[in-house]
């Protein structure tokens, strides 16, 4: 773990976060999530260099990187993703969730947790112990089916089979080729998302983790965290989000509370636990999931 940014303002702002954290100060705690806390779990992200945009960009011969999860490209060629699925969807569903979806379990178990709002669609929170009702998938889950155009529901199971006999599945209201639940660019956001946006504005801090913040609507969620509430960032690299939105994330104003940890989440939140002196309750935590 590391930061490209070891002044002492920054090092004073981790040490205040601690420090309300161990005084249980913080009680509505969101998360904000990315593909960067599964990448551990042996699932890629998007954009990194091995990651899914590479991977099918050149598998599929595409012209831009996210042409492959554009909702007209599917429907012109469902094939492309059911063949997708037959390589990923059963490997996602047996991971296990890393040490950031346990990390998330465990705030979630001493009931600090406000929301946890992430893009992902491999359902490893719910695997880490998190209640689902404090879940919000805003790109949807890989382990439920339906129709993207009537958005009628589809039962999950019959859709495997068929994904591996190599048949496409359609709907029988409006005929479009069905396929699990996970948001294409073109599509709109499930409205769970919608429903517990303002929890963002309740939350004292935020963790936003492995996200390069790039997909819209979901790279607002940290304009809209009060500005006297903590903003944390756990990634490899440091990312603002929204470029033409007020109260942006600002790692460098000493005067904001916006804190970069850069590194590995799964390092990163062990330090955090460390710090806190929850070793033992989070290891006692993370061994109901092994
Ligand atoms: P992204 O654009 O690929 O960004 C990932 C970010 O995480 C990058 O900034 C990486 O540097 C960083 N990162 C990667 N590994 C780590 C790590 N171990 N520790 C810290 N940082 C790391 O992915 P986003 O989530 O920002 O983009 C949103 C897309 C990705 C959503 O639509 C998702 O549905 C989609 N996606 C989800 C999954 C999944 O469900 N696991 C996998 C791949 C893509």
């Excluded at 801090?205 to 790039?214: E, K, P, Q, R, V």
Aim: hydrophobic letters at 30%; proline letters at 5%.
């Amino acid at each position: 773990m590391g930061n490209d940014d070891n002044s002492e303002p920054h090092q004073n702002k981790y040490e205040e976060i601690i420090n309300l954290l161990k005084t249980n100060q913080l009680k509505n705690i969101t998360f904000i999530t990315g593909a960067g806390i599964s990448t551990s779990a042996g699932i890629p992200d998007f954009r990194s260099p091995n990651g899914l945009f590479a991977q099918t960009q050149k598998k599929y011969n595409l012209s831009s990187p996210v042409q492959f999860f554009q909702i007209n490209l599917f429907y012109e060629h469902p094939e492309y993703f059911y063949d997708f699925c037959k390589n990923v969807e059963k490997q996602i569903n047996e991971c296990k969730p890393t040490k950031a979806h346990l990390f998330q379990g465990f705030l979630c178990k001493k009931g600090i947790v406000k929301r946890i709002f992430t893009q992902n669609v491999d359902g490893l929170e719910i695997k880490a112990g998190c209640p689902r009702e404090l879940c919000t998938f805003a790109h949807g889950r890989i382990d439920i089916a339906g129709c993207p155009e009537c958005l009628s529901d589809y039962d999950i199971e019959e859709l495997r089979q068929k994904i591996y006999k190599g048949e496409i599945a359609y709907c029988e209201e409006c005929n479009k080729p069905i396929k699990p639940k996970v948001v294409f660019y073109g599509e709109y956001l499930p409205s769970s998302y919608h429903d517990s946006f303002d929890d963002i504005t309740k939350t004292d801090c935020a963790f936003i983790m492995g996200t390069s913040l790039a997909v819209f609507p979901f790279y607002r969620l940290p304009c809209n965290i009060p500005k006297d509430s903590w903003r944390v960032l756990i990634n490899l690299e440091k990312v603002t989000g929204a470029i033409f939105t007020t109260n942006r994330l600002d790692f460098d104003n000493e005067y904001k509370k916006d804190c970069f940890i850069q590194g590995y989440t799964d390092e990163v939140v062990q330090k955090i636990v460390d710090d806190c002196e929850w070793t033992k309750e989070f290891n006692e935590y993370c061994s109901n999931f092994k």
